[in-house]
């Protein structure tokens, strides 16, 4: 058993009885007497008041007035608290500024050794932070007190290429962080229905006088995944895509968000896909052109010649620069 679980037992077996002797504790926790010593130091050391008498009668026992157990980390558990308080920062997470609060209350009970051991664990990972809207934080802190207190926003939202937004009265569910941006998962009074809403665009929040129920075991990641699932069934025959390419381009095919629901067979140098036509329209062509010329379409016909249209409305644009 490892030293914290042992220090735990410790603790929870002298809560649990009046007195106990460094033997009695040895004898069931099966380690050394010399070490139940060391780690009732240790246990002392943290603030627990245990008392130690001697004689005929003697054991150890902890003061009655002692409720709170402190906590034990073991130093993989606090790199992993660590790196992920990098995560979160890196993907905009609204309560930073209370993560770091947290974790310095968490390095202010460790030790010079734990922390110079704590530092050199956590020292070689690090999250490259995304450039995001200086006004997302509280945008996410706002939009997710109004989820908590169940009540109805009117917000300017400004949809994708427009110019201008537009006021929505919404009853904000939830909030989701996907492919690095985040999204608010709301009903719509303007449409009658549950939509989706990406927080960089929303321009402006107001909180109104209504207040909503939230809808009984709603959960985004349910709606998402309906969601994908629709979009899989849209009207139109399903086509064959063939993409060949090196291996990490077709791993960020394959394990795209959506892309990975029409997945049907893969090998190391090529991915096979079953996609509707709407889909292959409105989507493929676009994404797969960010690929360059690490993939290439084999089939069908109709995609590569949408890609290379595209291509060529490109280089068309470049065609006539002197530099």
Not at 130 to 142: E, K, N, T, Y
Not at 230 to 236: F, L, S
Request: hydrophobic letters at 40%; a negative charge; one cysteine or more.
């Amino acid at each position: 058993m490892a030293k914290w679980d042992n220090m735990l037992s410790i603790l929870w077996m002298l809560k649990s009885r009046k007195k106990l002797t460094a033997a009695q504790i040895a004898d069931q926790l099966e380690i050394s007497v010399r070490t139940v010593y060391r780690y009732i130091d240790a246990l002392s050391a943290s603030g627990v008041p245990i008392v130690a008498d001697s004689g005929h009668d003697g054991g150890f026992y902890i003061l009655e007035t002692f409720r709170e157990t402190p906590l034990f980390f073991r130093s993989v558990e606090l790199k992993a608290i660590v790196d992920a308080s990098k995560f979160a920062k890196g993907v905009g997470y609204p309560y930073t500024d209370e993560l770091e609060q947290a974790l310095e209350k968490i390095e202010h009970s460790l030790n010079e050794e734990q922390m110079l051991d704590l530092q050199r664990l956590t020292s070689g990972f690090s999250v490259i932070s995304s450039a995001s809207h200086p006004g997302i934080v509280p945008m996410l802190r706002q939009l997710e007190q109004a989820i908590l207190d169940g009540q109805t926003l009117l917000i300017a939202y400004r949809k994708e290429n427009s110019d201008s937004a537009k006021e929505r009265s919404i009853d904000p569910y939830g909030l989701t962080l996907r492919r690095n941006e985040w999204y608010l998962i709301a009903f719509c009074h303007q449409s009658s229905e549950i939509r989706t809403f990406r927080v960089d665009r929303v321009e402006s929040v107001f909180r109104t006088e209504a207040f909503f129920t939230m809808p009984e075991n709603f959960s985004t990641e349910d709606y998402f995944r309906e969601q994908s699932h629709k979009e899989r069934e849209a009207e139109g025959p399903m086509v064959l895509i063939r993409i060949e390419g090196d291996t990490r381009s077709l791993d960020a095919i394959c394990s795209h968000w959506h892309m990975h629901h029409y997945l049907t067979e893969r090998t190391d140098a090529e991915a096979r896909f079953l996609i509707d036509t709407p889909t292959i329209d409105k989507y493929l062509p676009r994404y797969l052109l960010t690929f360059g010329t690490s993939i290439r379409v084999l089939e069908p016909i109709a995609l590569k010649n949408q890609i290379k249209a595209m291509a060529s409305q490109i280089a068309e644009l470049y065609a006539d620069d002197e530099n």
